[in-house]
RNA sequence: GCCCCCAUCGUCUAGAGGCCUAGGACAACACCCUUUCACGGUGUAGACAGCGAUUCGAAUUCGCUUGGGGGUACCA
């Protein structure tokens, strides 16, 4: 691999949204294409016309876009060695195959489903491991013929020689087969379109892609791919395989888990920047302690031969506090607008811009997910929901304390933060030496009267949002 | 069944023969800060799967066992 541009690939198939995993997977091109200079392609694997779908497609771009992995060449900006969606290049494929037969490097099989079947069926029941029979392996150009003409559309099979395989994985090291135990394998479909190994390999010859990296999935597709690169006499890539997420009971991380799409995260509150963040962290680790970084300090950082070659379990603790970090330190206007989707249920044009950014500037501590906002923020939009507060109203500290504060708040200046900072310091002093209550005491039961709640954000700040006239209107109701 | 991959605290990981009485982060717990919750700070607890071998010396090398994961399609 001398002096050859690098280039990498991202290849999904749009049978489902963009999984975390795949998000992972084109992370880590990503990363590798950044860190060396090279050139990262996203490529649509379409050939399963069933099973894909125009939606998820979209699902993919717009996920893979909100994480900020934008692609260099890809179905919609185009590129030099297009198109890049399968299905619209299903007129390649069989060139190539036919190319194969040609070279005796494959051959048509008449075989049904049904032969097939038989096949696995009798192997299983011997319990020797399956391998295609070869029946049609030296079939006579006549009997083709025949069968061709009874309508018979034939499949095409790579023949599978006896061969100890081994390449150097770019995470694992030296990895060896014995293709013996492969047997041949079928690389068009009898309706005309190519199988998943056939197309990635051609697709990856044409489109000059240098290195391979994608989920430990595909280690043992690895050989079947070698091998047509080999009967092709094209140049074999350099291939990566990462160990992949596992959901916490160690299974693969699905739907019954939770949010398994990117777009299912967002949705629940996470911020993309977070997500890839923690992602980047399952196999890798920074030079340095510090794990907060973002994509391009992590590029700058990044050795494909230093990525772990284990699984690793995804939990959701860590990520939901690198959630809260970016959330904490996010540009208050950028968070704002994020969080606005999330405050749909309330009326949220009786505010200000200025004060919605206010209103996010003090609820964002704490909060975990962008979702917590909707319950967190309840105050500001509606009036306190009492419930859990009724014995702290009740009670004789609340008793004494609000008709002074309400007395005592129609002097204040709003605008002043420090004035309402110290007079409601002057009022926990009045009640401490006067009533002998605790400071904390004073201020529950103004927090109560005020947000309905024992706890949440900074007290000044959240009668400063209120106003002086909503403040008085929720103290009367309650006096 | 067969083939392949993997194996350090609960989790993510650092560690590429002596620097390791194994370091960090999240979670847990304790304390401090504080008008609440939180944030932040300080500390505590917590791991080299097992067994052999190589070596003066092994978390680091090799083998076996065990465990987990993946593959075994005219699915990708």
Redesign the pocket.
Known sequence: MSNEKIRVRIAP?P?GNLHVGTARTALFNYLFAKKMGGEYVLRI????LD?SSEAFKQNIFDSLKALGLNWDEGPDVGGEYGPYKQSERFDIYPKFAQMLIDKGYAYE?????ED?DKE?EIAEAN?V??K?SRKCLNLTEEERAKLKAQGIKP?IRFKVDYKELVFNDLV??E????TS?IGD??IM???G?P???FAVVIDDMLMKISHVIRG??????TPKQILIYEALGAKVPEFGHL??I?APD???LSKRHGATAVSDFIKQGYLTEALLNFVA???W?PSD?Q?IKNVDEIAADFRIH?V??????F?Y??L??MN??YI?KMDISKLTDLALPFLSKYDTSKYSREKLEKIIEVTR??ITLLADLENDTQYFFENPIYDEVKEILEGEVARAVLPKFLEELKTWDFDNHEEI?DK?GDI?TFFKENNGYK??ET??AI?SALTGR???????ATIQILGKDEIIKRLENLI
């Open positions: 198939s049978s694997e379409d050939t399963d099973r099989c008449f075989c049904s489903n097939l696995h319990k491991p399956y295609y499949s694992k090291g990895l060896k087969f014995d135990l394998f079928a479909k009898s309706n379109t199988t998943y190994n430990e999935d595909h280690i043992s597709n160990g992949m596992l160690r299974s693969k962290l399952l196999g680790a302690a794990e230093e772990s070659s284990s699984n690793s379990i939990e603790e860590k939901n506090w809260g970090q904490k501590e704490p900072h409601l926990r400071p904390k201020m529950w927090r024992t706890r949440g954000a900074d007290m000044v």
